[in-house]
């Protein structure tokens, strides 16, 4: 329950902070900026990782959990309770948005800006991207003190230059609680299954390079 209770209130911490930024930019014309929305994913992250890594690994994505299950089986019996406890906090974050910015009709949630196969590979490379960093810094044990740096500047640098086009998801729980509750589930799938993709081919890559190493 402890695990659970973390990677819930991790990932609400998440879905809260991150697209509230996105919310209160708009709100405000721009105040926070693009910037300031790339940095408070990455913060936010990194505090979380901070918080909560020590109890549950701090997971507050279920792309990554997938990847860790691929990576270690010993990951597989707590993958659905893990991935039950991230929607629930994303979807109880989108919630309160929804609540105290109603006049927002996105809600932050990630919708493509150009193609959606553009859309589509670009999560899969941030993802993979992302998910090599937490499994080479977060398993190794000289540098594992600095996971949540390494994570946490990650999200945020991929947030920067890639946030414009394809909202900068990795992550299937952070997009699916905003657009249910924007009602804007047309591109949705692609959220969910190019993260998954790339987390699981960062586990693969993983996986063989520790192989060789070994």
């Not at 919708?111 to 859309?119: K, M, N, R, Y």
């Not at 991207?129 to 044990?141: A, D, E, S, W």
């Not at 998801?169 to 993709?197: C, E, H, K, Q």
Request: hydrophobic residues 55%.
């Amino acid at each position: 329950m402890k695990k659970f209770a973390a990677e819930l209130i991790g990932t609400f911490a998440l879905v809260f902070c991150g697209t509230g930024a996105i919310v209160i930019n708009d709100l405000s014309n721009g105040a926070v900026t693009q910037l300031g929305v790339a940095i408070t994913f990455g913060l936010i992250v990194t505090a979380m990782i901070y918080a909560f890594g020590g109890i549950s690994g701090a997971h507050i994505n279920p792309a990554v959990s997938i990847g860790f299950a691929i990576a270690d089986k010993k990951n597989k019996k707590a993958l659905l309770p893990y991935i039950l406890a991230q929607l629930i906090g994303a979807l109880i974050a989108s919630a309160t948005i929804k609540i105290l910015f109603s006049e927002h009709e996105g809600l932050g949630a990630t919708v493509p800006a150009g193609a959606w196969h553009q859309t589509f590979i670009l999560e899969i490379i941030l993802t993979y991207i992302l998910m090599l960093v937490i499994l080479f810094v977060g398993q190794n044990k000289d540098v594992r003190q600095f996971t949540g740096i390494a994570v946490g500047a990650t999200v945020g640098l991929e947030a920067l230059f890639a946030g414009p086009i394809t909202g900068a998801s990795m992550n299937p729980a952070r997009s699916i609680a905003p657009a249910l509750f924007s009602g804007d589930i047309n591109v949705l799938w692609i959220y969910i299954l190019a993260p998954i993709i790339g987390a699981v081919l960062a586990s693969i890559t993983w996986n063989l390079m520790k192989s060789n190493a070994d």
